[in-house]
């Protein structure tokens, strides 16, 4: 059981961008508002540099984002009043490392491929990203300066080959992103989130924590999970859009709750489909050190 001053403590020191997802059997409703989940956009947190959701509509996807502080935007309380439902919703708010606070570089991104939309959301590091993850398929070149676009678009470019034929099963699916998670943690910490339409992938690595105001060494766990037909939090309001129970799996860079939230090992990665664990490989801790 997590302990709920400790969830509190974590929140209060989880400075670095902040990932959140959910996968559902059904679809589901999530309600951002302005409340302790948007502060981390800016009013308690470092997170000031934007914020963004996506929710998956069949195969495109609704993206509403941008690059300011969360607590301070209508679209933050457009978006808690319009309960959008959907049965895989991704999330994030930001600290910029890289890239300056501009709409561009607010995550998540968007790429339409093979007659799907491909979302995708990232916190880390990686250094040497330019030299290291060349870029070669016109069709995916990033729009903004960050890393973690870049690193988008290299996965997408991985997966060319796969997709060529039509939508690859899972498991070829899981082997791709599995070998681009290893290719990237070896540039710094990198932890994501990427949905292609089909199936939600979960990649634990390393984040860093602020215990003393400053930022401290990366550590594990960077991700946590836990399994819940509704989930409500301040600021956070989840439950199913439909008068049935739903199967759901929520994601979150910290515990939300005092619940028993299971930490994703450094290494994991997970393909979910219809809010259960459909696949997971296990790259191990890596060699990546500060």
């Given at each position: 059981?997590?302990?709920?001053e400790?969830t509190?403590?974590n929140?209060k020191?989880?400075?670095?961008c902040?990932?959140?997802?959910?996968s559902?059997?059904?679809?589901?409703?999530l309600?951002?508002?302005l409340?302790e989940?948007a502060?981390?956009?800016?009013?308690?947190?470092l997170?000031k540099?934007?914020?963004g959701?996506?929710?998956q509509?069949?195969?495109?996807?609704l993206?509403?984002k941008?690059?300011k502080?969360?607590?301070d935007s209508?679209?933050v309380?457009?978006?808690?009043?319009?309960?959008?439902?959907s049965?895989?919703?991704l999330?994030?708010?930001?600290y910029a490392?890289?890239?300056?606070?501009?709409?561009?570089?607010t995550?998540?991104?968007k790429?339409?491929a093979?007659?799907?939309a491909?979302?995708?959301?990232h916190n880390?590091?990686?250094h040497?990203?330019?030299?290291?993850?060349?870029?070669?398929n016109?069709?995916?070149?990033?729009?903004?300066?960050?890393d973690?676009?870049?690193?988008?678009?290299?996965?997408m470019?991985?997966?060319?080959?796969?997709?060529?034929k039509?939508?690859?099963?899972?498991?070829?699916?899981?082997?791709?992103?599995?070998a681009t998670?290893?290719?990237?943690?070896?540039?710094g910490?990198?932890?994501?989130?990427?949905?292609?339409g089909d199936?939600l992938?979960?990649?634990?690595?390393?984040r860093r924590?602020d215990?003393?105001?400053?930022?401290?060494?990366?550590?594990?766990?960077a991700?946590?999970?836990?399994?819940?037909?509704?989930l409500?939090?301040?600021?956070?309001?989840?439950?199913?859009?439909e008068?049935?129970?739903?199967?759901?799996?929520?994601?979150?860079?910290?515990p939300?709750?005092?619940?028993?939230?299971q930490?994703?090992p450094?290494?994991?990665?997970?393909?979910i489909?219809?809010?259960?664990?459909?696949?997971?490989?296990?790259?191990?801790?890596?060699?990546?050190?500060?």
């Amino acid at each position: 059981m997590v302990n709920l001053e400790k969830t509190r403590e974590n929140w209060k020191n989880s400075r670095m961008c902040e990932l959140f997802a959910v996968s559902s059997q059904h679809r589901v409703s999530l309600t951002y508002s302005l409340n302790e989940f948007a502060r981390h956009g800016g009013l308690s947190h470092l997170n000031k540099s934007g914020w963004g959701m996506s929710f998956q509509q069949n195969s495109d996807t609704l993206l509403i984002k941008e690059a300011k502080p969360a607590f301070d935007s209508p679209w933050v309380r457009f978006v808690a009043e319009q309960e959008t439902s959907s049965h895989c919703i991704l999330a994030h708010v930001r600290y910029a490392t890289t890239g300056d606070a501009v709409y561009e570089d607010t995550h998540p991104f968007k790429r339409e491929a093979w007659g799907t939309a491909h979302v995708f959301a990232h916190n880390g590091d990686l250094h040497r990203f330019h030299d290291a993850l060349s870029l070669t398929n016109s069709h995916f070149q990033p729009l903004g300066q960050t890393d973690s676009e870049h690193a988008f678009c290299y996965l997408m470019e991985q997966l060319v080959p796969v997709w060529q034929k039509g939508m690859p099963s899972l498991e070829e699916r899981l082997q791709k992103i599995g070998a681009t998670a290893d290719c990237l943690r070896t540039l710094g910490s990198s932890n994501f989130i990427y949905s292609d339409g089909d199936a939600l992938f979960i990649h634990a690595d390393l984040r860093r924590y602020d215990d003393t105001g400053v930022f401290g060494p990366r550590r594990s766990p960077a991700l946590h999970y836990i399994e819940r037909r509704n989930l409500h939090v301040d600021g956070l309001k989840l439950r199913p859009s439909e008068n049935r129970e739903s199967r759901t799996l929520i994601f979150a860079s910290v515990p939300l709750t005092d619940d028993d939230w299971q930490p994703l090992p450094r290494g994991s990665l997970l393909a979910i489909k219809g809010g259960g664990i459909a696949a997971r490989l296990d790259l191990g801790p890596g060699d990546w050190q500060e």
